[in-house]
Antibody, heavy 120, light 113 residues
């Protein structure tokens, strides 16, 4: 049974860096692509980016200049950093599995999400 | 790249069928069959219902079906049930300048009357 769990601070100050961790169980980090997706309060979903099964990253052009993703295969974790945050970055952040290596372009397992608020 | 367009809300009575549209463009839905649909209940994370336009993951009810015509994808819920009340999102693979990109629709709130 694949499970994902986000962790990190629930409050970040404006202009600082948002750092999140996703811990995966039931699947190997090395065998799949892993994504971050966010949902602003009362709004829809926005794909942020992924780290693939070789550690290569790909980001949404709208966030590319401020985001960095990485992984630690030994710990079964992958990470996201979002730099220079503003109030517009307040959202629930989800981590999700993307089985792109097998040709599937969808998100089949999601974490429960973590609300991150940006304060001034 | 623009997000696919979905109606804000759709409603139906128990037992009826409803269809949610997801209108994209020639560069995403019109070209790729990488369309997926997600159900999100309040306080929960999205759950995939459909992928590759019409494929259902194991465990998803056959009452959910997907289709595509041109650059518009659709999700049909047959035999509407009270537990189908949720927000439904479509998602399309929409590569941009040779980089991968996924775009979600704005979501459609389904109400069971």
């Amino acid at each position: 049974q694949v499970q994902l769990q986000e962790s990190g601070p629930g409050l970040v100050k404006s202009s600082e860096t948002l750092s999140l961790t996703c811990t995966v169980s039931g699947a190997s980090i090395s065998n799949f692509y892993w994504s971050w997706i966010r949902q602003s309060p009362g709004k829809g979903l926005e794909w942020i980016g992924y780290v693939d099964n070789n550690g290569v990253t790909n980001y949404n052009p709208s966030l590319k200049s401020r985001v960095a993703m990485s992984r630690d295969t030994s710990r079964g974790q992958f990470f996201m950093r979002l730099y220079s945050v503003t109030a517009a970055d307040t959202a629930v952040y989800f981590c999700a599995r993307l089985p792109l290596g097998s040709g599937d372009y969808y998100f089949d397992h999601w974490g429960q999400g973590i609300l991150v608020s940006v304060s001034s | 790249q623009s997000a696919p367009t979905q109606p804000a809300s759709v409603s139906g009575s128990p037992g009826q069928s409803i269809t949610i549209s997801c209108s994209g463009s020639d560069s995403d839905i019109g070209t790729y069959n990488a369309v997926s649909w997600y159900q999100q209940r309040p306080g929960s994370s999205p759950k995939v219902l459909i992928y590759e336009v019409r494929r259902r993951p194991s465990g998803v009810s056959s009452r959910f079906s997907g289709s595509k015509s041109g650059s518009t994808a659709s999700l049909t819920i047959s035999g509407l049930q009270p537990e189908d009340e949720a927000i439904y999102y479509c998602c399309s693979y929409a590569p941009f300048n040779k980089f991968a990109l996924w775009l979600f629709g704005g979501g459609t709130r389904v109400t069971v009357l």
